[in-house]
């Protein structure tokens, strides 16, 4: 059970002295109020998937998880947050901090990209029950797959003492164990991975979100600056997907308000193929609610025959285009279609290139893909704290292994796993293994 520092009050700490700006902490916030134009201006650089519409959003859709956030602020505007969300009970796998440790959940259910584990692993976890689990505190954008800081003001020591303050106010309030599933290798997120390793956190490899700097004065540039392979399988995509009959459009803002509960029936239909936690009901209330508050939503729609078939929603903030959610009828228009391709690479990038946009940050998916056309790899990492000092070491085992299974689910080298821990490293043919 939870106890009261949950709802009750804040908890200040002014980590800077003398002449420096006064810091405040507070952990177990509500979020800021914040609207999207004002994210614009104060949340500038800050991925839409963080700030309040999105998480706002989030709260509405996914009541079981309890806003327990960490904020931080400085003089008259400057803010930092750290999001956090309390989950009382077992989740969908890709909130659930046992699939981390090489899990298997009893309904078979697999996280994106997932590497096949070694059963008598999964069995001793799953004896343990979820006493030593539950409730975890899930750091960062559970439907926006992303743990990081929404700020507006930096300073060296920031993420550590976000991370100092928030993890004995969690402990007091009986969280048993603290998750930061998808931390990307940015400047602020090595800084959590070394302030939560500092408290005796563990981490591992997750996998890679990509991206594509858009360092060419056009797109034609653009392509011609590609090796000839990659050009070639570009200009290929769009020719499978024209010679399906398929025709693409881009609707934006309140345009997509009619289209909103297909593109989330096509996203999950592509979920359930790939694997993943979100539902139809998640994707319709965020996208609503961001077509509400006036963000920058584009909508690329597929259609065969009349028939919308195929989706992408892409969301622009500021000089970056963010591909969220693409969703793909199969039955109508088969696995090799090109379509994909058509949809969530190309279009939008085209799109990016005449807006002198500078990066499209395409987010974790379908990752060799990507990278056959261009696109960098960032890697993302898992990082997971028990309360219960005598299972860390168990638990950073079982992590490594995890980690391991996953980087061969990518096609990385890895180490040989210890004797003592055995793994099945094969690809779970989801999103981030598509060619």
Not at 61 to 70: G, R
Not at 142 to 159: I, S
Not at 284 to 297: F, H
Not at 390 to 413: E, K, Q, V
Request: aromatic share 8%.
């Amino acid at each position: 059970m939870l106890r009261e520092v949950l709802t009750g009050p804040s908890h200040p700490k002014e980590p800077e002295m003398g002449g420096s700006p006064r810091v405040v902490v507070s952990t177990g916030q509500a979020l800021p109020r914040m609207a999207w134009s004002e994210e614009l201006t104060d949340l500038t650089d800050v991925w839409p998937y963080l700030g309040p519409t999105w998480l706002a959003a989030t709260e509405k859709v996914l009541p079981e998880a309890q806003p327990w956030h960490t904020v931080a602020t400085r003089a008259r505007g400057e803010l930092a947050v750290l999001p956090g969300y309390v989950i009382a009970e077992p989740p969908a796998v890709d909130h659930e901090p046992r699939t981390y440790l090489g899990w298997q959940a009893p309904t078979g259910e697999e996280v994106c990209c997932g590497a096949e584990t070694d059963s008598a692993r999964s069995a001793e976890i799953d004896a343990l029950g979820t006493d030593p689990f539950f409730p975890t505190l899930l750091l960062g954008s559970p439907l926006g797959y992303r743990t990081d800081l929404a700020y507006n003001f930096w300073t060296p020591t920031l993420v550590g003492t976000l991370v100092e303050k928030l993890l004995p106010a969690a402990f007091d309030a009986g969280i048993r164990c603290v998750l930061a599933p998808w931390i990307p290798d940015r400047r602020v997120g090595r800084d959590l991975v070394t302030a939560l390793d500092a408290a005796g956190a563990h981490h591992t490899f997750w996998g890679y979100e990509d991206y594509l700097s858009l360092d060419a004065p056009d797109w034609e540039g653009h392509l011609a600056a590609l090796p000839l392979k990659k050009r070639q399988r570009i200009k290929a995509d769009v020719r499978k997907a024209a010679a399906a009959g398929l025709t693409i459009e881009r609707v934006d803002g309140t345009g997509i308000r009619p289209y909103v509960e297909r593109i989330a029936e096509l996203t999950c239909l592509n979920r359930e193929k790939n694997g993943a936690g979100e539902e139809p009901g998640h994707i319709a209330g965020i996208l609503t609610a961001l077509i509400d508050e006036g963000a920058d939503v584009r909508a690329y729609l597929g259609r065969k025959n009349g028939e919308l078939i195929a989706s992408c929603i892409t969301i622009r903030k500021q000089h970056r285009l963010f591909p969220k959610w693409a969703g793909f009828d199969y039955a109508a228009i088969g696995e090799r279609s090109g379509v994909y391709f058509a949809l969530v690479l190309d279009a939008p990038v085209r799109d990016a290139y005449a807006e002198g946009l500078r990066t499209v940050e395409f987010g974790a998916g379908a990752h060799r893909a990507k990278v056959l056309r261009g696109c960098t790899p960032r890697a993302k990492t898992t990082s997971l704290l028990l309360a219960d000092p005598d299972l860390r070491p168990r638990a950073a085992a079982w992590l490594d292994a995890f980690g391991s299974g996953r980087r061969s689910a990518f096609g990385d080298a890895v180490p040989a796993p210890p004797a003592s821990l055995p793994l099945t490293n094969t690809s779970s043919g989801g999103c981030c293994s598509a060619g």
